[in-house]
């Protein structure tokens, strides 16, 4: 029998707990609170994943740099035991009395004068000739009106080549008249070249030599004459007692600051700018003064530059910024000391502390100095720059922001006495990351400094043989394309073989 009652009863309790037809109002109230709370979870994990991601690269970064040793950043490459070697051979022929003369009309900066110089000393030795102590450039852009014995010590440099060349601090007077073979020597020319011009000396007693940077070939010159020249610009041409002095006090200084510093030739200046046409970074107002000086100075040949084709074939000093870049990822640390060895930055204090937010401890002459002790070189381009070769010398750590001719006879200089550390720029190399800083593609931390360290581990100043012309240039042309000597007087002004030793 059925139970009637029992089935109704089942029917009305099982209607309790149906859902009820919702509204459409509700349901819309009801999607709309659950995308809501969809995106709230989203951007809570997002946020959470960013933090972290932005921790673990801060992490890395300071684990990088606590990894990152502080004595090879400081040390000199290992050299192999090398040392200076400048004595004459066996073969030598000593200075000989001549009634022969060359009087030398030097041009260029103090670097471009000082290598000229040297190079003249040996030519005077090829030609058996007395030369008369070089008058120095006095129209070049810094018009300095410095002489001989204003920046190099006049009497140690004639004493110390008197074996090899006699050395005179005027003509003669009875020559002050008589004519003169001017002459503009071939660069890069060999001991052939001027044993031909010695013919000269049947018809005159003086020869002028109206330029004296760059007239002797880099190589495949007699061991003697390369030696020579070594002897001239490491040993004869010392910077006159007030420059040295003052050198010397300013290393001590720096020393005291800091027990180690690096040198950093900044050579963002106007004349190089300008000479290099490059203009990354600068306002149009500075490009424009830039184009008009490089169209205004009679002896600058290239007058219309691409700047973006110069910056990108790394033709271009590296700009304050970016050096302060390169040196935090090669792994130097903020509180490094830095002397900034150059003339006025254009800019000024603008384009100079980009560089000091990343290193404030930065040191100039002028704060390194007194006014007192700078007052004598005031307006004399040259000696300013003598204290800055000085204190570049010595330090620890050498980094030129363009190889001009002072980073040339600095870093020669720094591989004569040791092979100290000399850090060049890849500048080439350096341009592709930072455009890629700049796009995004890169950023400062652990990856930038890999591809910087791993860029440069060769580029510190370790002994090499200098380089020679470069593959697939024919003629004089491939001349310009070697090394200068003075850049790398290996192997001839150093050697391994112990009875060599530097001259005392």
Request: aromatic share 10%.
């Amino acid at each position: 029998m059925v139970n009637k009652g029992s089935s109704h009863n089942r029917t009305s309790s099982t209607a309790r707990f149906l859902p009820r037809k919702r509204s459409p109002y509700a349901i819309t109230l009801y999607i709309i609170s659950l995308f809501a709370f969809s995106i709230f979870i989203f951007q809570f994990y997002t946020r959470s994943m960013l933090e972290e991601d932005e921790q673990k690269s801060h992490f890395s970064e300071e684990i990088q740099s606590k990894q990152m040793p502080e004595e090879p950043l400081w040390d000199a490459p290992f050299s192999f035991g090398l040392h200076p070697c400048v004595k004459p051979t066996s073969k030598y022929t000593a200075a000989q009395l001549s009634e022969h003369y060359i009087t030398v009309r030097s041009n260029g900066g103090l670097n471009q004068m000082r290598t000229g110089i040297s190079d003249m000393v040996a030519v005077a030795h090829i030609m058996n000739a007395t030369l008369v102590i070089p008058q120095l450039d006095k129209r070049s852009f810094w018009q300095d009106s410095s002489t001989f014995s204003d920046v190099f010590d006049e009497l140690h440099f004639i004493e110390t080549l008197k074996g090899d060349i006699r050395i005179l601090k005027e003509l003669p007077k009875n020559l002050e008249t008589v004519p003169r073979a001017r002459k503009h020597f071939t660069s890069w020319s060999g001991v052939g070249y001027y044993e031909e011009l010695t013919h000269l000396w049947k018809d005159y007693l003086v020869i002028h030599v109206a330029k004296s940077d760059s007239r002797l070939a880099n190589n495949n010159l007699p061991l003697d004459i390369q030696r020579l020249r070594c002897r001239a610009l490491y040993h004869a041409l010392r910077f006159s007692p007030p420059i040295e002095s003052l050198g010397k006090k300013l290393v001590e200084r720096l020393r005291t600051r800091g027990r180690r510093y690096i040198a950093l030739h900044l050579r963002y200046e106007k004349d190089m700018l300008s000479f290099t046409g490059c203009s990354y970074g600068l306002t149009d107002m500075e490009s424009e003064e830039l184009r008009t000086m490089r169209e205004t100075t009679n002896h600058w040949r290239v007058k219309e530059i691409n700047s973006t084709e110069q910056r990108i074939g790394g033709f271009c000093p590296l700009t304050p910024k970016e050096v302060g870049i390169f040196l935090r990822a090669l792994g130097y640390p903020p509180s490094t000391l830095i002397y900034i060895a150059a003339g006025e930055i254009y800019g000024g204090n603008t384009r100079l502390l980009e560089l000091m937010s990343r290193f404030p401890n930065i040191v100039l002459k002028e704060t390194l100095a007194t006014q007192e002790e700078l007052k004598a070189f005031a307006s004399h381009a040259s000696q300013a720059a003598a204290l800055d070769y000085i204190i570049s010398v010595e330090s620890n750590v050498f980094v030129p922001s363009y190889s001009g001719n002072m980073a040339r006879s600095v870093e020669g200089h720094r591989r004569y006495l040791g092979h100290r550390k000399t850090v060049t720029p890849d500048r080439k190399g350096l341009v592709k990351l930072f455009d890629k800083l700049e796009t995004g593609e890169l950023k400062e931390g652990s990856s930038l400094s890999f591809h910087v360290r791993q860029m440069h581990e060769n580029r510190q100043g370790a002994p090499r043989k200098r380089r020679g012309p470069q593959l697939g240039i024919k003629g004089r042309a491939r001349l310009r394309t070697e090394e200068s000597f003075y850049e790398n007087p290996y192997p001839e002004c150093i050697c391994s073989s112990k009875r060599q030793h530097e001259m005392t």
